[in-house]
């Protein structure tokens, strides 16, 4: 598979994990079961997203933000 990074801007404290567009603005959003604590949101991220496209993921930058840059390859 070929590396993705994609840009997107993460919603903790949602009822379930999903990953949607806006559509308005083409923004990518991630919204997170995990509160932004402990990093428990990043976690979650990145094990959902391992699980979803079976490859490595990596957050490049954004750790302490809502606005992400996510390696997905």
Do not use: W
Not at 35 to 46: L, M, R, T
């Amino acid at each position: 598979m070929k590396e993705i990074v994609l840009n997107a801007k993460v919603i903790p404290n949602a009822k379930q994990f999903c990953i949607m567009e806006d559509p308005l603005t083409h923004e990518i959003k991630i919204k997170t079961k995990n509160p932004a604590q402990k990093d428990k949101a990043n976690q979650e991220i990145v094990q959902e997203l391992k699980k979803k496209y079976k490859t490595n993921v990596t957050i490049l930058t954004g750790h302490k933000s809502n606005r992400k840059k996510i390696k997905i390859g």
